[in-house]
């Protein structure tokens, strides 16, 4: 896992580290210190850290005139053991909606395995957007990691499935990738709201 990077293609558009809106301003990345890791296995040290045990994410882009940030995952989000959303919610999240974002996009091909637990935390996070037409939506996330996200019931609150997993993101540019979501969101598909 340790050379796997975040999605770079978007770099000369957008950096969190130089966004003064984003909880990653001001971070300094090494290219050789490896010090995160997922279990036993280190992480390319461009993945974030936002105080979950085994899932980090990279902030892709945000554009805060159309209200959206695209977000990529690596590790395995555990609700049941670590309540990664509770992390994810207040120490990603809410800063962002604090500024404005209400879509998000979260690319889940580098997510592993997910372990459900309460969803107190998704349903706060989807109150606080939809009132403004928001909503959350996961991308390229593997078949078990689809059962288990229903299993828990967090289709009520995220939407993802096969028509979300279709969708070739890394050649495109991210107002197509998001203008893609929205489409798919205005139509029905998989509506959490």
Not at 19 to 34: H, K, L, M, T, V
Not at 42 to 64: I, M, N, R
């Amino acid at each position: 896992m340790h050379d796997i990077e975040p999605h770079f293609g978007w770099r000369e558009k957008y950096r969190a580290e130089n966004d003064n809106y984003s909880p990653f301003y001001g971070r300094e990345y090494s290219e050789f210190g490896y010090t995160n890791k997922v279990y036993n296995y280190l992480l390319h040290p461009q993945w974030d850290e936002f105080g979950a045990e085994t899932l980090y994410l990279k902030q892709l882009f945000t554009d805060y005139d159309e209200h959206y940030v695209i977000i990529e995952m690596i590790g395995e989000w555990n609700d049941a053991v670590h309540n990664d959303v509770m992390h994810l919610k207040r120490e990603f999240t809410d800063q962002l909606i604090g500024n404005g974002i209400r879509y998000f996009i979260i690319i889940m091909e580098g997510v592993l395995n997910f372990h459900g637990g309460d969803t107190d935390y998704y349903e706060e996070w989807v109150e606080e957007i939809t009132e403004d037409g928001g909503w959350i939506a996961l991308l390229n996330s593997h078949d078990h990691v689809m059962d288990e996200l229903t299993q828990t019931r967090l289709d009520n609150y995220l939407a993802y499935g096969e028509q979300f997993n279709n969708l070739a993101w890394r050649p495109q540019k991210p107002e197509r990738i998001f203008e893609a979501v929205e489409g798919l969101m205005q139509t029905g598909t998989r509506r959490v709201y």
